[in-house]
């Protein structure tokens, strides 16, 4: 895979999170990157990694490390990258004050509620960190040294 030079002032429409990243950002989707993809970064350069697959926040934290990528912040992307709603910093407070603030049950269900209310109720009290680790949407933020 080539890397194509970011043009400067140009941002993927359909990708929320370069609107929080530095301008010129290149993103990288981790389904598609190569071997050679590591010698084709420059120094410096604002790149976010990408991955809508179970387990990516380990598999994105593994390629950034291969990468040499210094990782500034992760976002957990919700419901997908394809329509992503709601970017998450992967933080305590950020995921805390999503569970607790944001996350609802949509009204109008009626025989769903129940059930819903107490899904929500059960991710309300799990550990933080398993959204992270639940969620399959990730956009990891960072930069080569």
Do not use: Y
Request: contains cysteine; aromatic residues 4%.
């Amino acid at each position: 895979m080539s890397i194509p030079e970011p043009a400067a002032g140009t941002r993927l429409t359909t990708s929320p999170w370069l609107t929080l990243c530095p301008l010129g950002t290149l993103e990288i989707d981790a389904r598609t990157i190569d071997a050679g993809t590591a010698d084709q970064l420059k120094p410096n350069l604002p790149v976010v990694l990408i991955d809508q697959r179970p387990l990516s926040r380990r598999r994105l934290q593994r390629l950034a490390r291969t990468l040499s990528i210094e990782v500034e912040r992760e976002f957990i992307v919700l419901p997908s990258l394809r329509h992503p709603l709601i970017l998450i910093d992967d933080t305590e407070a950020a995921v805390r004050h999503f569970w607790s603030a944001i996350a609802t049950v949509p009204p109008g269900l009626a025989f769903t509620a129940l059930p819903a209310s107490a899904l929500l109720a059960l991710a309300r009290n799990l550990p933080w960190s398993w959204t992270g680790i639940a969620a399959p949407g990730r956009a990891l933020l960072g930069r080569r040294p």
